[in-house]
């Protein structure tokens, strides 16, 4: 089941990065994507709920940042979880910064080969303690 899991995640980025609407079929309708609370430079909710969710989630991501792009360094599997090892780029649309090697993790909790829940993490290291793995 978990190999399977890994594969569905590994699918959704290859066609998140080709702009591919077909992601979304990787989410389950009622999925729930738990930001960082130290990202607030994104105008964090506490919750986004649902396809509509991720969509408005990303679009603050996408409005902050030019040329924003995950690079997925490597996926593990943990039980019913799929944790993401990522390396982010992209440049800051007001200040034109270019941001790099952001080395953060995002923990998807899968369900029936659908991903229920999206734990974002700046900070690898807290990723990797919330599912009991050492970096």
Known sequence: ???????????????????DPSLFEAFDPEIELHPDPAADWVGVDDIYRGH?????????????????RPEVEDLLDKDDKVITLAIEHGRGRGSGAKVEARRTAHVWTMRANKAVRLDLYLDR?????????QE
């Open 52 to 68: 509509d969710g991720i969509r408005r989630y990303m679009a603050q991501v996408y409005d902050a940042f030019e040329d924003y």
């Open 1 to 19: 089941m978990s190999e399977e899991n890994v594969e569905v995640i590994r699918r959704m980025y290859e066609r998140w990065l080709q702009e």
């Open 125 to 133: 290291t807290k990723a990797l303690q919330a599912v009991g793995l």
